[in-house]
């Protein structure tokens, strides 16, 4: 028999928690998006104001959270190296008092607590795939180890307050994930690539390209937290959550540059430091456990995630507001077409 639940998201205004906020409320439940709108966006909950079911509270991790609810999902954390290295000890922060203050609170209630971690806490990985015993290869002293050691502090905090205390937790590896709602200067691969492609601008390449990755669509990935969140208590250890389909990075540049019809030419910048060389999950656990496995190809999720960039470049140009993300003339039967032409405008 159903039950409505009151729901905690925090992140819940991000890319992806603005998707989970919409998958839960679809559902009957009750939700109260939590967020400190530093890389969340009132936009991507916009459609949700006025929704009975619906509430918004700002509010950052970092301080201790006054709520009750049934379940807290807790996806508050810059995820792009652009915005977690612009202020990497409050990323640590976030990650570590975060993490402290949502246990804190599912101890006090009783709560099932979800944690949003990342395939970075494998590091630069010397296995692949990476499978969830791989205990990873990360430099702590890098500019990634604010969120790479973060995430991997946050997770022993989990583990930790489960042994100690009780705490039902879920802990998802989340492997790279794109689609509508990104932000279109995260610096994110996806995003980069499709809004320098509709702008015409060169598509940066970093290294050589032969890099790899995996890209998971935010439909496939929203459907595989809710699976691990229901799934029964015995489910315990972290679980790989991605689409197992490897591309290395100049394929997918040269794939957006095919979908969009764009003339960008593909440059080459150095490599950074600590980029990982390969990224693939292996996801057997998630499909042995959960039920789950990823739907959506990455042209059939590219189409849809260059239709909304599509959409919103245009909007800035036709309200003369496009100074963050100017369209260059070069590209502007792009930004006007490339929707209409697919049947998405």
């Known amino acids: 028999?159903?039950?409505?639940?009151?729901?905690?998201?925090?992140?819940g205004a991000g890319f992806l928690g603005s998707f989970l906020c919409d998958s839960l409320l679809a559902d009957g439940h009750e939700v109260i998006c939590l967020d400190n709108f530093h890389t969340g966006s009132r936009t991507n909950v916009q459609h949700?104001?006025?929704?009975?079911?619906?509430e918004i509270m700002r509010h950052d991790v970092t301080v201790p959270i006054h709520a009750e609810v049934d379940?807290?999902?807790n996806l508050a954390c810059p995820a792009s190296p652009v915005h977690y290295q612009t202020d990497p000890v409050q990323t640590v922060k976030t990650n570590v008092h975060g993490a402290i203050n949502v246990l804190e609170l599912a101890r006090r209630l009783k709560a099932r607590i979800f944690q949003a971690s990342t395939s970075e806490v494998y590091g630069n990985p010397l296995v692949h795939p990476q499978v969830e015993s791989y205990a990873?290869?990360?430099?702590?002293?890098?500019?990634?180890?604010c969120y790479d050691e973060g995430k991997r502090c946050a997770e022993t905090l989990f583990f930790d307050y489960h042994r100690q205390y009780g705490v039902k937790i879920r802990v998802a590896r989340i492997f790279n994930t794109y689609g509508p709602r990104m932000l279109p200067d995260d610096g994110r691969v996806v995003s980069n690539f499709i809004v320098q492609a509709l702008r015409g601008d060169p598509i940066t390449i970093y290294g050589e390209g032969q890099q790899t990755r995996s890209f998971c669509f935010v439909d496939d990935l929203i459907r595989g937290f809710r699976a691990l969140m229901d799934a029964p208590d015995d489910v315990l250890l972290p679980i790989n959550l991605g689409n197992p389909s490897e591309f290395t990075i100049r394929q997918l540049a040269e794939l957006v540059i095919e979908?969009?019809?764009s003339r960008s030419r593909i440059v080459f910048n150095p490599l950074p430091q600590d980029d990982p060389q390969q990224r693939k999950p292996d996801i057997s656990r998630a499909?042995?456990?959960?039920?789950?496995?990823?739907?959506?190809?990455?042209?059939?999720?590219?189409?849809?995630?260059?239709?909304y960039f599509d959409q919103m470049l245009s909007q800035r140009v036709h309200s003369h507001v496009a100074a963050s993300v100017p369209v260059q003339n070069g590209a502007r039967m792009l930004v006007n077409g490339f929707a209409a032409s697919r049947g998405l405008a």
């Open 1 to 11: 028999m159903f039950r409505s639940k009151r729901i905690l998201v925090t992140g």
């Open 48 to 54: 949700l104001h006025g929704h009975p079911r619906f």
């Open 71 to 73: 379940e807290i999902f």
């Open 136 to 145: 990873g290869n990360v430099n702590p002293i890098g500019h990634r180890a």
């Open 259 to 261: 979908m969009t019809g």
């Open 287 to 307: 499909a042995e456990q959960l039920g789950w496995q990823p739907a959506v190809s990455l042209r059939e999720g590219l189409t849809q995630t260059v239709a």
